[in-house]
């Protein structure tokens, strides 16, 4: 078996997977790293070797479990072993109260936050078993946290991941596998882009009153929400487990 750790990342094609990949990758470990968009993926993997590490760009959808299954049984076979995996591929959706978000939208963000997660989940816990543990980072939300109008789908969703990680983190506390969640707040990422460009003329003005929403007075980097992951990742979060963890700029203090 070789000794270099390996970490396996869905929604590393931008973003804070970007950014996770890159800071794993310079603590020591391989990286695959998967997205829907395979250039995107291709594009994170450059960034990783540019700084000196190693790792394999694959497209995956995470609804579909046969996909997700064979890129964690690849990242083994081709890397020896499988010690962290970071669960970051989400969509916003659509921008509705709840009695207008219709049940496509609330499927398919249902179906890549939630039921992505656990389908990657599932398949990093099988490869992670005959290795004696790892660590697991799925991404929640400050929403994940506390409510917020007009997305009812995202908001359920990443409740629904923080229940889905403490009820692994149980399960699975004994084998030596650590799930824990990260939640970040109003970060700048390209997700944040599109939601701004679907406000309109009002992108700007919504930009601002995220801004003044977080007590720090501004909105985080993919990097930093990156470092906190790494850190889970890491032997130095050993006795961490269970855990959704705000990244947020003292959002969720005062709610």
Not at 135 to 140: A, F, G
Not at 152 to 167: D, E, Q, R, W
Request: charged share 15%; with cysteine.
């Amino acid at each position: 078996m070789s000794e270099q750790k390996v970490a396996f990342l869905t929604g590393g094609g931008s973003g804070i997977g970007r950014a996770s990949a890159v800071a794993l990758a310079r603590q020591g470990l391989a990286v695959v790293i998967t997205d829907a968009n395979a250039d995107a993926a291709k594009a994170t993997l450059d960034l990783v070797t540019a700084a000196g590490g190693t790792g394999e760009a694959l497209a995956v959808d995470v609804t579909s479990a046969a996909q997700v299954e064979e890129a964690v049984q690849l990242a083994v076979r081709s890397f020896g072993r499988l010690d962290a995996a970071v669960n970051s591929a989400g969509v916003q959706g659509d921008l509705a109260p709840a009695a207008e978000c219709t049940l496509a939208n609330w499927e398919r963000t249902i179906g890549v936050n939630l039921t992505g997660t656990f389908l990657a989940l599932r398949a990093e816990i099988a490869a992670m078993l005959p290795f004696g543990g790892g660590s697991i980072v799925n991404l929640s939300s400050n929403f994940g946290l506390v409510g917020k109008k007009r997305i009812p789908a995202y908001n359920a969703s990443k409740h629904g991941v923080i229940g889905l990680t403490k009820s692994a983190a149980m399960d699975y506390a004994e084998a030596g596998i650590r799930v824990n969640a990260v939640c970040p707040g109003p970060t700048m990422t390209p997700m944040l882009d599109v939601i701004a460009n679907d406000a309109g003329g009002q992108g700007d003005a919504m930009l601002r009153e995220v801004e003044e929403s977080v007590p720090m007075g501004r909105m985080g980097t993919a990097e930093e929400v990156a470092a906190a992951i790494a850190w889970l990742c890491s032997d130095a979060a050993a006795f961490v487990t269970g855990i959704a963890l705000p990244v947020d700029g003292g959002f969720v203090v005062g709610r």
